[in-house]
């Protein structure tokens, strides 16, 4: 089939944009046409949380990527549908995750619904944001409106999804393993890279600082982990929100060394690093969809403790590759740690995402793809 893949590509950063070149790798792998268009313009500078769009890890995967989208222009738009009108290709891949990019995303697929014979399919991380917004709705009716076909990952996108588009033609694929991470480190290595003893438990929270991913839960509940073991307490990911309360937070508990703060956008070469360290990952998150963190944690082999919210229950198994708690309650933090560790669960679990991650494959989505091209 001839592709196009719509959405964030390098030089931008983040997980998106690991995504689409891991799609795109896999798709070419697969012996599809595939071209990505990406942002000029993704979001305006002063609406951005972070310090840059721009990513600046030496570690990268290499490919063309056509910066033709900027998301406020709505004149734009047509110009970008007119090149991939041009193209004529089998189905256009738009990589969703927010209703600020509907009134684009959704203009374009009506042009192409309208002026050509190409398909379209929305590849959605989310359908309803996690901080809502009261215009959010119309804007996520009119992104959904002209869409031919969608791509959920997890049971809870799916559900959002038939509320605005109850006769959708979707498939649902989970959300596979981020593979673009190839650095692993032993254990040992990586504790001293961080400066951590080799005895000291260690925990991990990745990615960045919002106040849905409820790190002020888990920073409260560490006092009461470290009351009965020696533990570090790695926060690694760059706020874009709530960073002088958490400070406040992290002395009025006087957590001292206690607690790693890398309060930065962490580049692809270091991120294992901080993987490799950790004995568990988790993620207290307060509300979800699904998370791209638990991807890369089973990239590594790493046992999750999450709360149950949105799907992160779907690829976190409670008992067999970790936990699954209560969200917004630090006590229960608190004791699916202790537990972890008291009943020596590490092993266990690690072999288990071993087989548990062959159904986060690249193959399955790619294989969805193809049958909505057939």
Same mark, same amino acid.
């Given at each position: 089939?001839?592709?196009?893949?719509?959405?964030?590509a390098?030089?931008?950063?983040?997980g998106?944009?690991?995504?689409?070149?891991?799609?795109?790798?896999?798709?070419?792998?697969a012996?599809h046409?595939v071209k990505?268009?990406?942002?000029?313009?993704q979001?305006?500078?002063r609406?951005?949380p972070g310090?840059t769009?721009e990513?600046?890890?030496?570690?990268?995967?290499?490919?063309?990527s056509?910066?033709?989208?900027?998301s406020?222009?709505?004149?734009?738009?047509?110009n970008?549908?007119?090149?991939?009108?041009?193209?004529?290709?089998d189905?256009?891949?738009y990589k969703?995750?927010?209703?600020f990019f509907a009134p684009c995303?959704g203009?374009?697929a009506?042009?192409?619904?309208?002026f050509?014979k190409?398909k379209?399919c929305?590849l959605?991380d989310?359908?309803?944001?996690h901080?809502r917004?009261?215009?959010?709705?119309?804007?996520?009716?009119w992104?959904?409106?002209?869409?031919?076909y969608f791509i959920?990952?997890?049971?809870s996108?799916?559900?959002?999804?038939?509320?605005?588009r109850?006769k959708?033609?979707?498939k649902? /694929?989970?959300h596979?393993?981020y593979e673009i +991470?190839k650095?692993?480190?032993? *254990?040992?290595? !990586?504790k001293l890279?961080l400066g =951590?003893?080799?005895a000291e438990?260690v925990i991990l929270f990745f990615?960045y600082i919002r106040?849905?991913?409820g790190?002020?839960l888990?920073?409260e509940?560490?006092?009461?982990m470290?009351?009965?073991?020696k533990?570090?307490?790695i926060v690694?990911?760059?706020?874009?929100?709530?960073?002088?309360?958490t400070?406040d937070?992290i002395?009025?508990?006087?957590l001292?060394?206690?607690?790693?703060?890398k309060?930065d956008?962490?580049?692809?070469?270091?991120?294992?690093?901080?993987?490799?360290?950790?004995?568990?990952v988790v993620?207290p998150?307060?509300s979800?969809t699904?998370?791209?963190?638990i991807?890369?944690a089973y990239?590594?082999?790493?046992?999750?403790?999450?709360?149950?919210?949105?799907?992160l229950h779907e /690829?976190?198994r409670n008992g067999i590759?970790? +936990?699954?708690?209560?969200?917004? *309650?630090p006590? !229960?933090?608190?004791?699916a740690? =202790?537990?972890?560790?008291e009943e020596d669960?590490?092993?266990?679990f690690s072999?288990?995402i071993?087989?548990?991650?062959k159904k986060?494959?690249?193959?399955?989505?790619?294989?969805?793809?193809?049958?909505?091209?057939?």
């Open positions: 089939m001839k592709i196009i893949l719509i959405g964030t390098y030089p931008m950063r983040g998106i944009a690991h995504y689409v070149a891991l799609l795109y790798e896999n798709l070419k792998k012996g046409d990505i268009i990406s942002f000029k313009r979001y305006p500078d609406f951005f310090k769009q990513d600046n890890s030496k570690e990268i995967i290499e490919l063309d056509l910066p033709l989208i900027d406020i222009n709505p004149f734009n738009w047509i970008v549908f007119r090149k991939i009108r041009a193209e004529k290709p189905i256009i891949i969703y995750w927010m209703p995303y203009t374009i009506l042009l192409t619904r309208c050509s190409s379209t929305f959605c989310n359908i309803i944001p901080e917004r009261f215009y959010d709705g119309l804007l996520t009716w992104g959904l409106l002209s869409v031919d959920v990952q997890s049971k996108v799916r559900q959002d999804l038939l509320k605005f109850p959708a033609v979707f649902e /694929v989970p596979p393993v +991470f650095n692993s480190y032993s *254990q040992p290595d !990586a890279k =951590i003893d080799a438990k990615g106040a849905y991913k790190l002020n888990l920073i509940a560490f006092p009461l470290m009351q009965k073991m533990m570090r307490l690694a990911g760059e706020f874009y929100e709530g960073r002088e309360q400070l937070q002395e009025k508990l006087k001292g060394k206690s607690l790693i703060l309060d956008y962490i580049p692809n070469e270091e991120v294992g690093i901080y993987f490799s360290a950790a004995d568990v993620l998150y307060i979800a699904q998370s791209g963190i991807q890369i990239n590594y082999n790493k046992p999750v403790i999450t709360t149950r919210v949105g799907g /690829v976190v590759t970790g +936990f699954v708690i209560p969200p917004q *309650q006590q !229960a933090i608190a004791q740690v =202790i537990r972890f560790f669960r590490k092993s266990e072999e288990n071993k087989t548990e991650k986060y494959s690249w193959e399955r989505m790619v294989e969805a793809i193809e049958g909505f091209g057939g």
